[in-house]
């Protein structure tokens, strides 16, 4: 795993010190290249994470043997000794054992096309001098980011949307991109604002959803596109699409495919010239990867779980990952989480360069940094709901369409009296609250029910909270963008396949994948996400909701096709997810640091947040009238990353 960052263009940003800025994501080595893409300025560089063939033959910046191409390549690729094999029966020859050389190869032979036949997770760029060009891509599910510009100056959002074109002015198009935002910022003459529509997404997602960033003039390539830079013009487009859903087939034919293809995906995953292990919760997903490592012959198995103090036990997996870590015999390590991990806010706000609102991140950040020590790989479980079906809204999206044949007026009552007297826990325990959802949203089209599900903070509660100004400039956005843009036009799903694409699309990369890797590689880690694999993600996308939710048991195909792997504990229990005790940790240790970061001296300063909508929050928390532990949690990463980058800017002028 690396770090890459680049430009094209026009002029000579500081590349060294953007590299700088990546080394955490690759300290084993790190390489650079400046030179001329056609007339104009172009630059490559690389932070190295040696995980295949760490001899020096692996450097990046690489170029090919006859000097055409160069490429720096962030990821892995498990189907590369295939492909190798592959254009080596055609003729080319390799210099190394690297999955970077077979992509240099791969373009020469297939070129965009190559993209295609790329199994594993990966971000690149890669120059052709032959015909002045720069390609950039993404892998499928966005398991790895790309940030990039078209602007030398931040003066406002440079994305481009798919298929569109910009050359600025007759001059050639700028770009610069790197791995993260922070790179692009070294890159930048000035650091930019807030892109205030991204700011409404944030508060509606708690994430900054892709094209977007939080930055001014910076955006993020969507999974599965291309960027093409040809003599300074832009296109973006789309090279993978999620497969329409096939007709029913067996079962039986069904659920042995899938052990098949789950098989073959973990033994892919598993190749590594450094120490390797995995996360281990003890939930079905990661007892699954855990079981078929030791099946094929990764013994013992590193595995590494995550623990709660005893005022936190709803939340507390260690008894269930103890069970599967007897069964398969791995060299299991506990790792105990307190209060005080909130002490990693500042660290992970320097690791997004964006708020994010998601709190899991800091048990990632802990669970990494311990991990550290022991592995540079770890496997994870990342993806298993989305693709399998685990999470309640699917449930409830598929008894959505039983509920709306019953009388509006009976689900208006619902919604309008029924639901707001429902209670909900502030100490973890959501089934109230998702009741309270389902009811409220129950004279909703489906589609808008379930956008409901998936957000925070709603259209009037963001009208509550934000300044006067703030709504004045952002007049007339439409927070539902992100989703409506998820499926293509004429898209035919049913509800259930609707919200799994629309999760796919959405929620995983840009909520869940994205903390696993900001959150691994500030530790130098790399994790690896089987069950994100396209071919596995493929295959169950095919498949009607109707198997994959049989009887509107959650995972029910993955249940069967590996029910000889799991200990007895792990078939019984319920669904509990990877979160950290946020709404007790909210109302008692970190008390302090949520009366300071969101007080109203800060927020009237700030000018963003209204103090008083902001006070009722914490005061429904506090009260245990409502769970507002995530919408508090996301404006606390707000503040605090906005007090970075008052520090960041104070710094530059100092240093100007």
């Given at each position: 795993m690396c770090g890459i960052v680049g430009y094209v263009g026009a002029f000579r940003p500081p590349l060294e010190r953007a590299l700088a800025a990546l080394r955490h994501r690759g300290p084993d080595d790190a390489g650079l290249w400046r030179g001329r893409l056609g007339e104009a300025e172009a630059?490559?560089?690389?932070?190295?994470?040696?995980?295949l063939d760490p001899s020096p033959s692996g450097k990046q910046p690489m170029e090919s043997a006859d000097g055409r191409l160069r490429v720096v390549f962030n990821g892995e690729i498990y189907n590369f000794a295939e492909l190798r094999a592959e254009l080596e029966r055609g003729g080319a020859s390799f210099r190394t054992r690297t999955d970077t050389e077979v992509l240099l190869e791969g373009y020469r032979r297939w070129g965009d096309d190559v993209l295609s036949r790329l199994r594993?997770?990966?971000?690149?760029?890669?120059?052709?001098?032959?015909r002045g060009r720069a390609l950039l891509a993404r892998d499928r599910l966005g398991i790895k980011p790309l940030y990039y510009s078209l602007a030398p100056r931040p003066l406002a959002s440079a994305s481009l949307g798919e298929g569109e074109r910009a050359a600025g002015g007759g001059?050639?198009?700028?770009?610069?991109?790197?791995?993260?935002?922070?790179?692009?910022?070294?890159?930048l003459p000035e650091r930019p604002g807030i892109d205030l529509r991204a700011l409404?997404?944030?508060?509606?997602?708690?994430?900054?959803p892709y094209s977007r960033s939080i930055h001014a003039g910076l955006s993020q390539l969507p999974p599965g596109h291309r960027l093409i830079w040809e003599k300074g013009r832009v296109s973006i487009d789309r090279w993978w699409r999620l497969p329409p859903v096939e007709r029913p087939r067996p079962r039986q034919e069904i659920v042995r495919e899938l052990r098949s293809l789950l098989e073959e995906t973990v033994r892919l995953h598993l190749v590594s010239d450094v120490p390797l292990g995995a996360f281990l919760s003890g939930g079905l997903d990661s007892t699954t990867l855990v079981a078929l490592m030791?099946?094929?012959g990764a013994r013992p198995v590193k595995t590494f779980c995550m623990t709660f103090e005893p005022g936190a036990g709803l939340y507390d997996e260690r008894e269930h990952a103890r069970e599967v870590a007897t069964r398969y015999g791995t060299d299991h390590t506990e790792i105990p989480v307190r209060p005080d991990v909130a002490e990693l806010l500042p660290a992970s706000v320097r690791s997004f360069d964006e708020p994010f609102g998601n709190p899991t991140a800091l048990l990632v950040n802990a669970l990494s940094r311990e991990t550290r020590r022991h592995v540079t790989v770890a496997l994870a479980g990342d993806g298993g709901d989305e693709i399998f079906l685990g999470y309640p809204r699917y449930q409830g999206a598929a008894v959505a369409a039983l509920y709306g044949r019953l009388p509006r007026r009976a689900r208006a009552f619902a919604a309008e009296t029924l639901a707001p007297r429902i209670p909900e826990s502030t100490r973890g325990r959501h089934g109230l609250r998702r009741a309270r959802e389902f009811l409220s949203a129950g004279t909703l089209p489906p589609d808008e029910a379930y956008a409901g599900w998936v957000t925070y903070f709603t259209e009037r509660e963001q009208a509550a909270l934000l300044s006067p100004e703030i709504l004045r400039a952002t007049a007339g956005h439409d927070p539902l963008w992100h989703l409506r843009a998820a499926l293509?036009?004429?898209?035919?799903?049913?509800?259930?396949d609707r919200c799994q694409a629309i999760d796919l699309a959405t929620f995983l990369p840009g909520n869940l994948l994205t903390y696993s890797d900001r959150m691994s590689m500030a530790h130098a880690l790399e994790v690896r996400v089987p069950f994100c694999d396209h071919a596995l993600v493929e295959f169950m996308a095919r498949i009607p909701a109707s198997e994959k939710l049989r009887r509107l048991q959650a995972k029910s195909l993955l249940r069967e096709a590996v029910a000889d792997l799991l200990p007895p504990g792990v078939r019984r229990r319920r669904k509990l997810g990877f979160n950290p005790p946020v709404g007790i940790w909210l109302n008692g240790p970190l008390r302090p640091m949520l009366d300071d970061l969101l007080s109203e001296e800060r927020l009237r300063r700030r000018g963003i947040f209204e103090p008083a909508a902001v006070r009722r929050l914490v005061d429904e928390?506090?009260?245990g009238r409502r769970d507002r532990s995530l919408p508090l949690w996301a404006l606390l990463h707000f503040e605090s990353w906005a007090e970075a980058q008052e520090s960041a800017r104070s710094q530059a002028a100092v240093a100007g």
């Amino acid at each position: 795993m690396c770090g890459i960052v680049g430009y094209v263009g026009a002029f000579r940003p500081p590349l060294e010190r953007a590299l700088a800025a990546l080394r955490h994501r690759g300290p084993d080595d790190a390489g650079l290249w400046r030179g001329r893409l056609g007339e104009a300025e172009a630059g490559l560089a690389h932070a190295r994470l040696a995980v295949l063939d760490p001899s020096p033959s692996g450097k990046q910046p690489m170029e090919s043997a006859d000097g055409r191409l160069r490429v720096v390549f962030n990821g892995e690729i498990y189907n590369f000794a295939e492909l190798r094999a592959e254009l080596e029966r055609g003729g080319a020859s390799f210099r190394t054992r690297t999955d970077t050389e077979v992509l240099l190869e791969g373009y020469r032979r297939w070129g965009d096309d190559v993209l295609s036949r790329l199994r594993g997770m990966f971000a690149l760029a890669l120059l052709d001098h032959e015909r002045g060009r720069a390609l950039l891509a993404r892998d499928r599910l966005g398991i790895k980011p790309l940030y990039y510009s078209l602007a030398p100056r931040p003066l406002a959002s440079a994305s481009l949307g798919e298929g569109e074109r910009a050359a600025g002015g007759g001059e050639p198009a700028p770009l610069l991109f790197a791995s993260e935002a922070k790179g692009v910022l070294e890159l930048l003459p000035e650091r930019p604002g807030i892109d205030l529509r991204a700011l409404r997404d944030y508060l509606t997602y708690l994430y900054v959803p892709y094209s977007r960033s939080i930055h001014a003039g910076l955006s993020q390539l969507p999974p599965g596109h291309r960027l093409i830079w040809e003599k300074g013009r832009v296109s973006i487009d789309r090279w993978w699409r999620l497969p329409p859903v096939e007709r029913p087939r067996p079962r039986q034919e069904i659920v042995r495919e899938l052990r098949s293809l789950l098989e073959e995906t973990v033994r892919l995953h598993l190749v590594s010239d450094v120490p390797l292990g995995a996360f281990l919760s003890g939930g079905l997903d990661s007892t699954t990867l855990v079981a078929l490592m030791a099946r094929a012959g990764a013994r013992p198995v590193k595995t590494f779980c995550m623990t709660f103090e005893p005022g936190a036990g709803l939340y507390d997996e260690r008894e269930h990952a103890r069970e599967v870590a007897t069964r398969y015999g791995t060299d299991h390590t506990e790792i105990p989480v307190r209060p005080d991990v909130a002490e990693l806010l500042p660290a992970s706000v320097r690791s997004f360069d964006e708020p994010f609102g998601n709190p899991t991140a800091l048990l990632v950040n802990a669970l990494s940094r311990e991990t550290r020590r022991h592995v540079t790989v770890a496997l994870a479980g990342d993806g298993g709901d989305e693709i399998f079906l685990g999470y309640p809204r699917y449930q409830g999206a598929a008894v959505a369409a039983l509920y709306g044949r019953l009388p509006r007026r009976a689900r208006a009552f619902a919604a309008e009296t029924l639901a707001p007297r429902i209670p909900e826990s502030t100490r973890g325990r959501h089934g109230l609250r998702r009741a309270r959802e389902f009811l409220s949203a129950g004279t909703l089209p489906p589609d808008e029910a379930y956008a409901g599900w998936v957000t925070y903070f709603t259209e009037r509660e963001q009208a509550a909270l934000l300044s006067p100004e703030i709504l004045r400039a952002t007049a007339g956005h439409d927070p539902l963008w992100h989703l409506r843009a998820a499926l293509a036009p004429g898209d035919e799903r049913g509800l259930v396949d609707r919200c799994q694409a629309i999760d796919l699309a959405t929620f995983l990369p840009g909520n869940l994948l994205t903390y696993s890797d900001r959150m691994s590689m500030a530790h130098a880690l790399e994790v690896r996400v089987p069950f994100c694999d396209h071919a596995l993600v493929e295959f169950m996308a095919r498949i009607p909701a109707s198997e994959k939710l049989r009887r509107l048991q959650a995972k029910s195909l993955l249940r069967e096709a590996v029910a000889d792997l799991l200990p007895p504990g792990v078939r019984r229990r319920r669904k509990l997810g990877f979160n950290p005790p946020v709404g007790i940790w909210l109302n008692g240790p970190l008390r302090p640091m949520l009366d300071d970061l969101l007080s109203e001296e800060r927020l009237r300063r700030r000018g963003i947040f209204e103090p008083a909508a902001v006070r009722r929050l914490v005061d429904e928390q506090r009260s245990g009238r409502r769970d507002r532990s995530l919408p508090l949690w996301a404006l606390l990463h707000f503040e605090s990353w906005a007090e970075a980058q008052e520090s960041a800017r104070s710094q530059a002028a100092v240093a100007g």
